[in-house]
């Protein structure tokens, strides 16, 4: 049977060692290791970005959500109409998710600014909504934190983790700060 | 309208002045069939301008030439341009043949073509066509060139809609180096119209250019520079207001 995520000797392009991991639905895991050792590559690699050039990869998923360590959002588009390009925007339940999203994350009064005009927080947390509101089996968060100060990271933590717990959805994020991890994830060592 | 836009606009007035004191001035000195006159060159536009059989055979044919030609070189160029902007392996299989068209002469593309198509408005058209396709094509692989790469991989990766993509992040991409190689492309458009008539002394102003020439009606000639100006700045102008209305509605959408 297929696991939700597993990977075996799995290597990246940026030519890292040999990496491994094996996840089930519902768990909440964190890459941790040092700067440069490869673990935005091997979140490329889960979500489907890149291709392994060394190992298997086998996912048991179909939807993945990622919150870039950038927030690419298209500039000259509000905060709304960047969330409106997704595809299950044309659920009729949509709406309201996504008032609700903005409204947990705390930026519902910027939502017809163009996303060019947002502070760096606020732009991480359109990144974030929209990461969320793509209803991910599988939520990658690469250093999503950043940019956020605690008020920001704590409206974000609370709407990731009701999500994680409404949805079991798996969670797999990168930090570099030790309190910046969104719930108890389980340390994963990237060598 | 604001200081710097006056200084700008009252600029190039007095640079047109310029112009227009060292013609008259030329005029002076030289011969008048070497130089004609302001005011011969008015009255000789005049004459032209109040003659409606000079539309009929001589404006008609050639605005006809200039946007078939135009319309020809923009499915070309665009078409291949599409593409070889997302195919490296088509923008390197047509890389000999853009640096053919780019940098063979266009009298010697000109002349080829009235060998192989003869005389007539198709050769015209298929030379506009075939010399001006390279400018479209080359814009619109600059325009591919500069998508946002991190971008264009969040729209693939949330798989969001083509025609959302082709609004949102490619057409934008794309105007800033497009709009000003369609300027461009009027601008050869008319050139390559006006060379393919006298050389093929067929029709339009190019004939009528080549006739003034020969009978050395400098005045006419002056007069027919001048009524190529004056269409080129109106097919730009109503062309470059359709295509930035065009783009404006596309990225509102």
Not at chain 1, 96 to 117: N, P, W, Y
Not at chain 2, 47 to 62: K, N, Q, R
Not at chain 2, 144 to 159: H, K, N, W
Not at chain 2, 184 to 196: M, V
């Amino acid at each position: 049977m297929t696991r939700f995520l597993e990977l075996s000797d799995v290597q990246t392009a940026a030519g890292h060692a040999p990496f491994s991991l094996a996840m089930d639905c519902g768990d909440n895991v964190e890459l941790r290791g040092a700067s440069g050792r490869g673990k935005t590559s091997l979140l490329r690699v889960i979500a489907g970005l890149d291709r392994p050039v060394g190992g298997r990869i086998e996912r048991g998923y179909t939807l993945c959500g990622f919150a870039f360590q950038e927030p690419r959002l298209l500039p000259h588009l509000t905060v709304r109409e960047n969330l409106m390009i997704l595809p299950q925007s044309k659920a009729p339940e949509f709406s309201d998710k996504l008032h609700q999203m903005l409204c947990d994350l705390g930026i519902f009064e910027v939502q017809s600014r163009e996303t060019a005009l947002l502070s760096g927080g606020e732009r991480q947390r359109v990144n974030i909504a929209r990461a969320v509101l793509a209803e991910p089996d599988c939520l990658v968060l690469d250093e999503a934190a950043s940019n956020l100060d605690q008020d920001a990271f704590q409206k974000v933590a609370d709407c990731i983790l009701g999500q994680y717990r409404g949805r079991r959805m798996a969670i797999i994020q990168v930090s570099h700060v030790p309190d910046r991890l969104f719930g108890s994830a389980r340390p994963v060592p990237v060598a | 309208m604001t200081n710097t836009l006056l200084r700008t606009r009252l600029w190039t007035a007095a640079g047109f002045l310029c112009l227009v004191l060292a013609w008259w001035l030329a005029s002076l000195i030289a011969h008048p069939t070497i130089v004609a006159s302001p005011v011969s060159t008015m009255q000789a536009l005049v004459t032209f301008l109040s003659d409606p059989a000079f539309f009929g055979t001589v404006i008609y044919p050639s605005i006809g030439h200039i946007l078939a030609g135009l319309c020809l070189a923009a499915v070309l160029g665009l078409g291949f341009g599409i593409l070889a902007g997302q195919y490296i392996v088509v923008r390197s299989f047509l890389a000999p043949l853009r640096i053919v068209l780019t940098s063979m002469p266009a009298a010697i593309g000109v002349v080829l073509l009235i060998l192989w198509m003869g005389l007539g408005s198709q050769m015209i058209i298929a030379v506009v066509g075939v010399f001006v396709a390279p400018v479209y094509y080359l814009a619109l692989c600059e325009g591919f060139d500069s998508i946002d790469r991190d971008l264009s991989e969040m729209t693939r990766f949330y798989r969001v809609h083509p025609a959302l993509r082709l609004r949102h992040l490619i057409l934008p991409s794309l105007a800033p180096s497009l709009l000003p190689a369609h300027r461009l492309a009027i601008a050869n458009s008319t050139r390559l119209t006006i060379l393919a008539e006298i050389l093929s002394a067929s029709s339009g102003l190019g004939e009528a250019i080549d006739r003034s020439r020969t009978y050395l009606q400098t005045d006419r000639l002056f007069a027919l520079m001048i009524i190529v100006l004056g269409l080129v700045l109106c097919i730009e102008g109503l062309s470059g207001f359709i295509a930035n209305r065009f783009m404006r509605r596309a990225e509102r959408r």
